[in-house]
């Protein structure tokens, strides 16, 4: 079973739409969980954290983590075309244990 | 403020070749780590430089890779022979401090596309 499993699309939406994404993990130990998102041919770029369980919101995005479902998720509201882009989530534990990443979901906004 | 910087950002080679792949950090970052992309597989850690010193190396993936980072700066990952499952995308990052371990902040660089033939 991998540490971090989640579904790499392609998921297409039209402009407006709620999107939702998901990652779940195996892992127990995970105390940090990230969402990155990365555009064509460039680099992730951090776009939430949590840590443990709880959500956070950050304008039209809200991150949720549910550590007893080891289920983590990015909501994304009222979706624009320049959301359209690979989202990556990650995750670590304590201590300076490298990252582990999700597969990445491509989401396409079309206008 | 400059960004991480990777050089080259595309490179093929044939199987048996050598290659060196450079990172800048950006500037005052004594965090850098190395990422691998293989085709439709996750991004998976590599090492972790802390200045100059080598903080973790657990996910090399074997001795045909070489990371070094001079003086504390750039960085360099050397693959020597290149073999066809060396082929994915190598990032590079930085961050300030440690601080706050998995919450610091990662600034990625665009990445090097290496293509083994």
């Known amino acids: 079973q991998k540490e971090v499993e989640q579904d790499p699309g392609p998921l297409s939406v039209p402009e407006g739409a709620i999107v939702s994404l998901n990652c779940t993990y195996s892992?127990?130990?995970?105390?940090?969980f990230m969402w990155y998102r990365q555009y064509s041919r460039k680099g992730p770029e951090l776009l939430m954290y949590t840590y443990s369980s709880g959500n956070k919101e950050d304008g039209r995005f809200t991150a949720q983590v549910d550590k007893s479902s080891k289920y983590i998720s990015l909501f994304i509201r009222d979706s624009q075309p320049s959301d359209s882009a690979t989202y990556l989530c990650a995750m670590g534990g304590s201590g300076n244990t490298p990252l582990v990443f999700g597969k990445g979901t491509r989401l396409s906004v079309i206008a | 403020e400059a960004g991480v910087t990777q050089f080259p950002s595309h490179s093929v080679i044939e199987k048996g070749q050598t290659v060196t792949l450079r990172c800048d950090p950006i500037s005052g970052h004594d965090n850098l780590y190395w990422y691998r992309r293989v085709m439709g597989k996750e991004i998976k850690f590599l090492l972790h430089?802390?200045?100059?010193?080598?903080?973790?190396e657990s996910g090399m993936p074997n001795n045909r890779f070489l990371a070094e980072r001079t003086g504390g700066t750039y960085s360099t990952l050397k693959v020597q022979p290149a073999e066809l499952e060396d082929s994915g995308v190598y990032f590079c990052?930085?961050?300030?401090?440690?601080?706050?371990?998995?919450?610091?902040?990662?600034?990625f660089g665009s990445g090097t596309q290496l293509s083994v033939l």
């Open positions: 430089f802390v200045k100059e010193s080598k903080q973790d």
């Open positions: 990052a930085s961050s300030q401090d440690l601080a706050f371990s998995r919450i610091e902040k990662l600034f």
């Open positions: 892992n127990s130990a995970f105390q940090y």
